[in-house]
């Protein structure tokens, strides 16, 4: 008989007889089972009673074993009926125990895993990182999740195949992490190129109640908004919910000297592009003159007519064209007497130093009635003050839709270094607003004065900028209506608060000469104490 046989005889009569000693032993194992749960039971029963109850317990106990050893047969009445209990206790199988419960982290991490192989993963590659058939520790190297279960940092290895240098593919990426680690956050992707690495890293939401004020910046200082911690090199105080904190702010700096003299801001309707121009406003008119130019005509800057030190307020094609011409021959003059006052020798006049701003809301509205009456386009005449704006201290701000960049002139394009982009913006948009790509995708819904800002060549950092509403709109709440006319110059005190202490008043006329020195020519004041200035008004 050959080897196998014999040993497939062997395996059945040992299945046989393993049968045979089951059936066999199946009773004892049914009351084993009943006994084991009587001692368990016993066991709690005991640990649940309290110490103070324990001897007395086992008196009774050894009591009622007495009686039973005491009564005819009573030993073997109370074995059948321990047996009897514990067949009975025992005639079920041991419940299987429950499963484990799965692990959300590892169940959201296999989610996007799942999500990024499509658009990680090659066919014709042998060894993929991402497959359908792996799991996402062979691609994700660090993770970490807040408390409330969300995804909060991710790192992660890509194949080196990918396109990591095309916009359009790193913003299928990044489209797809939001998507399934929440579109509520904004989140900031950091690719490693050298290394095929990816960074994700979700950001904690900025302050939305730092409401307009005096901040704490120096003459041609403009404090856009703030934005995170390690976004900006320093902090300064803020009137935060009743309290005063440090909030790190994105300050922009004007005047000759500086590399970024002009603004363009750029956002999505109803995020405040509007409010970023009363609040530059705010901020300039302690220490120069102001030219508005509303190009929607709703009437956003009303607040600012009137006021010192603001020469128009221009809502219509005609007023912003005589407006803007005026700038143009206000730029040449200054850039004239500066020029003749450094062949002099001597100091220039206080009207010319004074900072001339050009506020420009929506010019590209204007620029569409120009070409439609066949008249100038408003921006051709921000050109002069664009390129020598800097030289003559005049600044240009223009804000505008993000849908009408293409609307804008490349002069404006070419000449304002300084950009800001608010409200939630595509990959597209965001490039075309900062002029560099943006490596935070924005949140879906992001509130009010929420954007980015970029000054000169550094990078994009977050913005929100302070709450500046129209103190006219009556809708708007009333703590913010009377922090914006607490910083308006000269208030009407039948309707508006008393001017606070702080800011400085405005001279009724120049200053007087310093005296002469012992040649003849007149003194230079070098202090650092504010210059008085005059006004020179619009022609």
Avoid at 220 to 246: C, H, K, M
Avoid at 252 to 263: I, M, V, Y
Avoid at 449 to 458: C, D, F
Wanted: overall charge neutral; glycine content about 8%.
């Amino acid at each position: 008989m050959p080897l196998n046989r014999h040993l497939s005889k062997g395996r059945v009569m040992a299945r046989t007889a393993g049968d045979h000693a089951s059936d066999m032993f199946a009773p004892l194992t049914v009351i084993g089972r009943g006994l084991r749960h009587h001692v368990g039971w016993a066991k709690g029963r005991w640990l649940a009673t309290p110490k103070e109850r324990r001897g007395p317990t086992v008196f009774l106990v050894a009591a009622m074993l007495l009686g039973i050893y005491l009564l005819p047969h009573g030993l073997l009445f109370a074995l059948v009926a321990l047996m009897a209990s514990a067949a009975w206790a025992g005639r079920a199988p041991k419940a299987p125990s429950a499963p484990p419960e799965p692990d959300v982290a590892d169940t959201k991490l296999s989610a996007l895993y799942a999500a990024l192989t499509p658009y990680l993963a090659a066919p014709e590659d042998l060894n993929p990182l991402y497959h359908h058939e792996r799991g996402h520790k062979d691609a994700f190297r660090a993770w970490e999740f807040d408390g409330e279960g969300r995804l909060s940092r991710l790192e992660l290895d890509y194949p080196a195949y990918f396109t990591d240098t095309e916009p359009a593919a790193r913003a299928r990426i990044e489209q797809v992490v939001q998507g399934k680690a929440g579109r509520a956050r904004e989140y900031r992707f950091d690719w490693d190129e050298e290394s095929n690495k990816l960074r994700i890293t979700a950001l904690p939401p900025l302050s939305t109640d730092i409401a307009a004020q005096r901040f704490v910046a120096a003459p041609g200082e403009i404090v856009l908004g703030f934005t995170d911690e390690d976004g900006s090199a320093r902090t300064i105080p803020v009137g935060q919910g009743g309290a005063i904190t440090q909030q790190p702010p994105v300050v922009w700096r004007t005047g000759p000297r500086s590399a970024e003299p002009h603004l363009l801001a750029l956002g999505v309707a109803g995020y405040g592009t509007s409010s970023l121009i009363r609040s530059i406003a705010l901020q300039a008119l302690p220490f120069g003159d102001l030219v508005v130019i509303d190009g929607a005509g709703a009437g956003e800057h009303a607040c600012l007519v009137n006021r010192p030190g603001v020469h128009t307020v221009e809502t219509s094609l005609h007023g912003a064209l005589a407006a803007l011409e005026w700038a143009t021959q206000e730029t040449e003059r200054r850039l004239a007497a500066l020029n003749a006052s450094r062949h002099a020798g001597s100091a220039p006049p206080e009207d010319v130093t004074r900072p001339l701003w050009l506020l420009l809301d929506h010019p590209t509205e204007l620029s569409e009635l120009a070409h439609a009456e066949g008249r100038p386009d408003p921006q051709d005449l921000l050109e002069l003050p664009l390129r020598h704006g800097r030289a003559a201290r005049v600044t240009v701000v223009i804000a505008d839709d993000v849908e009408a960049r293409h609307r804008i002139t490349p002069t404006v394009r070419a000449t304002t270094r300084a950009r800001v982009l608010l409200g939630p913006a595509g990959p597209e948009e965001g490039f075309a607003a900062l002029g560099a790509p943006l490596d935070i995708v924005p949140a879906a819904h992001a509130p009010a004065g929420r954007g980015y800002a970029r000054i000169g060549n550094s990078a994009p950092v977050r913005l929100q900028v302070p709450a500046t509403v129209d103190p006219l709109d009556e809708e708007a709440p009333a703590q913010l209506r009377e922090a914006v006319i607490a910083l308006l110059p000269h208030r009407d005190t039948r309707t508006e608060a008393a001017a606070p202490v702080d800011v400085p008043p405005r001279p009724s006329g120049p200053p007087p000469m310093p005296p002469a020195d012992a040649g003849g020519r007149p003194g230079v004041d070098l202090g650092k104490e504010h210059t008085p200035l005059r006004f020179r008004p619009l022609a």
